[in-house]
């Protein structure tokens, strides 16, 4: 089962172009002019928020889909973050790694420019819709990608809010070690 920060629409392309896998995401994405038929023709699996009969039966879809091998993924924040942020992972389909004695996969996205600094355009946060932001994308100059495969974390004997709190803890650590340096001349605050 493979788990990663969620920075921007991009990401399903991203970590689909290493390793193909299933996605769960929100349901509204279905209804985004082309990503929507997009995601959907890959196999995307849709949440609709708040409906817990829909979640149980995504839930043993998952456990079905893992233990016969193959690859779900989905961003446990739940919503985009801000380049080099980490919101909280959510625990509730970690468990299906659970269920289905598989590993947990963390993956840190990161998306920079030809310097090596967080790339701005693209990331997806606050009141930015879809088409803003593909115009961004491709107006902008070109843009890198930086996914870092993580160890992966056993589930056996797990608990799902453990398992959840490792793997983020996983990528906050990597998102750390890659962040771009201060620019020269400023200075950084002094830490307490």
Known sequence: MIVANHVSWLDIFVINSVH?????AKAEIRAWPVLGWLVERAGTVFIARGNRRDLRGIFKGMVDVLRQGQRVAFFP?????????????????????IDAGVAVQPYAIEYVDAGGAHHTSVDYIGETTFVRSFIAILSGPPVRVRLSCLAPIGSAGAQRRELAQQARDAVASALTAHAPAPAAGIATPARA
Do not use: D, I, K, Y
């Open 20 to 24: 193909p896998c299933r996605f769960v």
């Open 77 to 97: 924040e739940g919503t985009t973050a801000m380049q080099g942020q980490v919101l909280p992972f959510h625990a509730n389909l970690f468990e299906a790694a």
